[in-house]
């Protein structure tokens, strides 16, 4: 600010009154302020500014954008509530708000902001402060934030896809939406005004634009100092309640048109052709979008459709494996076995607990093993390298699509030159330092080991969640330990009984999905908590710009949910049943439980179902959250106002009372996506359905957030965003992650690889055909052989008066009576040597594709790499060479006109 001016600047000084303080409901009530002071340091304001904001009455147009003069455009509304008819004991507090926001509608006013004051039709407590942003101070903001704006129209010839013809026929209709026109911008300079592509004043900056300006002067807006420490920001006035809300208006109602002459009538048109759910097939109009919301909602939604598209891919590849798998079923030779009542039907299988479990058949594990025939076959191998590649696919294809979307959206250098500091990190700014680049003194909000105490205070909360988080998993697996024995103890302890378990659910299959609901309750439980204490630790280490905020924010969030969602996958996935020693020598948890051994069909089917259980609950639970809870808000809301239907509505008290947007925006929709990324691509080899789930989902997400932000949510502000942020480096570590825990998937949890080993080492050939091997035999060598007589004491369940001396369990050890009893077998070994073969092989042949994928695949286009270019040039010529080409012609001709004397001296000709 200009001091020399000798301006003034309304401030507000907080003091602590020396008068009595009352107390009410736990609350502290401030005694009322003794003064207004204006400051001698501060900005120019005229009497307008001294002043409350000039009163109008409502004009009686519904759909009016306008202030009531028909000339000045809304850019923003402000509301707070009258405090005038307070009760005595709080008015004192409610005195120091208004105080607080008459200085700073006096700061707005001083920046070049207009107001308008209305009251509400419908609450005449309520107060709407229209704000508009005249033609000068939007030149002025848009220089200083350094908004790209037109300088010529696109004169590059396009060339039409390959696949135009194709994507004609899903395409929006262009009559209705019409295509944007494309320019060549620049960084907007004032003093170069004539060189910007200005055909209106109205027009140049878009409402969008406009929008963020006065947002960008709003969060500056000064309301008081205290102790020489400035306090602005319109969020600081939101949190305390001195205003209620703060928001752009939406142009028009959702489902009708305005009848406005000047109305664009862009929502009715984005509802229209865009959130209804008949356009679900339909591409999705992602510049009309950017146009309307800006290019943060906009990258989103590009974000968002492009995974849905590469996702139709995935699905198709996905459910050839699937029905390869069906259809093979009947011929799973190792299954056949299990069913046949000779084979399966004989062999009697060691208690899964001491005492209380008992013995039961390997034919009650006939239907199970047949669902897992479809799930563990040759095709899940195929479709788990492919997913390795199509993730590589997926992403270096999106950086070609993010790189076009950063030109033609004019946000590739967005973070170097626009985006500004936050203010809450401005308004922390009170420690002196100096640059070691432009060796100056500047404010920051911490020294060196205070920015060292936050982040060890942060790390140690993030820390202690995710050990929270795996304290509840460690309770889930006592969970099923304890309820296992518990079915298990109720279940019939002779063979004879049989019969009756193959009428009801299994233990094991009882307490697994008994177990998944419980965990899925737990995993939304600690979501719900954990958000609010992850937001508290950020705004606590106080990150100095919104996108570092929002990735800071991104990753402690992502960190917590991995944890979360994926823990009882790769504890089911990679420990569950591997480390349970044979019934002899169990192997035990603290408490004298015995270690959690696998479902009779397998891990990989019980991991299956765990899949689906959290993939359908948390889609359910997410549709719930977007859709049904902001719709029935605005539902009470519109049922409360019974006068509604009497009068007549004005744009800003209707947007008034839709849902806010939040102040994390997207946040919570890219986490949704990412999680649901990590489902389809780290456990794709046991269930490769995921991602036809994700497909249909998905083509329903779109629609679904397409709908709540256009209907049930006021506008929010328009901003800036070059890339989806820190989820693109998470997508790529869950690339990585992915090949990994699929191959070792195939290899620890399907039965996949002891099946090829025995194919290729211990079948025995038919009819002495060396060159033809058979599955046959398959789980009588699999199963290994233990006494009776070898139980620990106490721990051997009643038999019942069976005839029984040994039974079987699922491992690979010599059977009792060898020299080596019950030590791992030869097979077993040469099981283990193949696992691990496997895994190093398909990780370095998959690394190896996404290597030359991401080599070959260029990350920006040809075709947009032209437009940067041509883009540059343009800026160069109308920007820099043109000017200099005037200097050079007035330097030119003022040498005209001087001539060199006889003395050596140079002087003007008519001398």
Not at 28 to 40: D, F, H, R
Not at 90 to 116: P, T, V
Not at 197 to 211: C, E
Not at 463 to 477: H, Q, Y
């Amino acid at each position: 600010m200009n001091v020399e001016n000798q301006d003034v600047l309304l401030e507000v000084e907080e003091e602590e009154g020396e008068g009595e303080e009352e107390e009410e409901d736990g609350e502290i009530v401030l005694e009322e302020l003794e003064q207004t002071i204006i400051s001698s340091y501060g900005a120019v304001f005229n009497q307008q500014a001294l002043n409350k904001p000039e009163w109008a009455e409502f004009n009686l147009k519904p759909d009016s954008l306008y202030f009531n003069d028909g000339q000045r455009r809304i850019d923003f509304i402000l509301v707070y509530g009258d405090e005038s008819k307070k009760e005595n004991k709080k008015k004192s507090f409610h005195i120091k708000q208004m105080r607080k926001r008459q200085a700073y509608e006096s700061n707005l006013i001083h920046h070049g902001l207009q107001l308008e004051a209305t009251r509400s039709i419908l609450d005449e407590k309520l107060t709407f402060v229209k704000v508009h942003a005249p033609w000068e101070v939007l030149c002025a903001y848009a220089e200083i934030m350094h908004i790209n704006l037109p300088l010529q129209p696109n004169d590059l010839k396009t060339r039409e896809s390959a696949f135009s013809w194709f994507t004609r026929f899903f395409s929006v209709n262009e009559n209705i939406i019409k295509p944007e026109k494309e320019f060549f911008t620049a960084p907007f300079e004032n003093d170069r005004l004539s060189d910007f592509y200005i055909q209106d004043k109205d027009t140049f900056f878009n409402p969008a634009t406009r929008s963020r300006i006065v947002h960008f002067i709003l969060c500056r807006g000064e309301y008081a100092v205290r102790d020489n420490v400035r306090k602005f920001g319109i969020s600081k006035l939101l949190d305390s309640g001195i205003y209620k809300a703060a928001f752009p208006l939406h142009d028009s109602r959702f489902n009708y048109q305005s009848e406005e002459p000047n109305c664009p009538n862009e929502r009715y048109l984005l509802y229209r052709e865009w959130a209804h759910p008949r356009n679900i097939f339909k591409l999705q109009p992602l510049a009309f979008v950017r146009k309307y919301y800006g290019e943060k909602i906009g990258i989103y939604f590009a974000w968002l459709g492009f995974y849905t598209q590469m996702l139709v891919l995935a699905a198709i590849v996905g459910l050839g494996c699937f029905l390869y798998g069906y259809f093979t079923k009947d011929n799973c030779t190792w299954s056949q076995e299990v069913c046949d009542p000779n084979i399966g039907g004989t062999i009697i299988m060691c208690p899964q607990c001491d005492k209380a479990c008992p013995f039961w058949s390997l034919a009650i594990t006939c239907e199970s093993s047949k669902k897992l025939c479809i799930f563990d076959s040759f095709g899940t191998l195929v479709f788990a390298v492919f997913m390795g590649i199509w993730v590589t696919l997926f992403l270096e294809f999106w950086k070609r699509r993010q790189a076009e979307l950063e030109y033609d959206w004019d946000t590739a250098e967005f973070l170097e030159q626009e985006e500004q500091i936050r203010p809450e990190y401005e308004a922390s700014c009170h420690h002196i330092v100096v640059n070691e680049i432009t060796q100056k003194e500047e404010h920051v909000p911490y020294t060196a080991c205070g920015k060292c105490v936050r982040i060890t205070f942060c790390t140690s909360a993030v820390l202690f969640w995710i050990l929270l988080i795996i304290a509840s998993v460690v309770g889930i697996i006592v969970y099923r330990l304890s309820v296992f024995m518990t079915f298990s103890a109720n279940f019939p302890k002779s063979i004879n009984g049989i019969e009756a378990i193959q009428k009801y659910l299994t233990p094991q299959t009882a307490t697994s999905v008994s177990a998944s609901v419980i965990n899925f309750i737990i995993i939304m439980i600690l979501n719900m908590i954990y958000e609010k204490v992850a937001i508290m630790i950020t705004d606590f280490e106080l990150p100095r710009t919104q996108t570092d905020y929002e990735n800071s924010l991104t990753m402690k969030m992502f960190l917590f949910q991995f944890v979360n969602y994926y823990s009882s996958c790769f504890y089911i996935a990679f420990f569950k049943g591997k480390f349970v020693g044979y019934p002899g020598d169990p192997v035990y948890w603290p408490g004298n439980y015995r270690n959690e051994e696998c479902d009779p069909g397998g891990c990989l089917l019980e991991l299956t179902m765990q899949l689906i259980i959290i993939m359908g609950g948390k889609a359910i639970w997410n549709n719930i959250q977007e859709v049904l809870l902001p719709w029935l808000k605005n539902l009470i809301g519109r049922c409360c106002s019974a006068a509604r239907s009497e009068k007549i509505i004005p744009r800003w008290e209707q947007d008034y009372h839709l849902q806010p947007f939040g102040k994390l925006g997207l946040f919570y929709e890219y986490l949704e996506m990412v999680i649901q990324f990590g489902f389809v691509t780290l456990f794709v080899a046991s269930f490769p359905l995921a991602p036809l789930l994700a497909l249909l989902n998905n083509l329903l997400e779109i629609r679904v957030d397409a709908w709540k932000i256009t209907t049930q949510f006021r506008r929010m502000v328009p901003q800036k965003a070059q890339d989806i942020g820190a989820w693109q480096p998470i997508m790529q570590g869950i690339a990585i992650l992915a090949v990994v825990t699929n191959a070792m998937i195939i290899a620890f949890t399907s039965d996949m690889i002891p099946r090829l080993v025995y194919y290729w080492s211990f079948s025995v050939p038919p009819y002495g055909n060396h060159n033809s091997y058979t599955m046959k035999g398959y789980i009588n060598n699999t199963l290994s052989i233990f006494a009776l007589s070898d139980f620990r004491n106490g721990s051997e369940p009643a038999l019942s008066g069976l005839n029984l001396t040994t039974c079987r369990y699922r491992d690979l050890r010599y059977p009792p009576g060898h020299e080596h009893q019950y030590e791992h077998n030869i097979y077993y070994w040469h099981v283990i040597a193949a696992k691990l073969s496997f895994i190093i092989v398909m990780e370095h042949i998959i690394y190896f594709v996404k290597f030359v994928i991401s080599y070959t695949v260029p990350d920006v286009s040809n075709k947009t790499k032209s437009k940067i270019k041509r883009e540059k040039y343009l800026t160069q010529i109308l920007l820099h060479e043109n000017p200099l080409k005037a200097v050079k012609k007035n330097m030119g001709s003022i040498a005209d006109k001087i001539i060199k004397g006889a003395d050596g001296t140079f002087r003007p000709k008519y001398d």
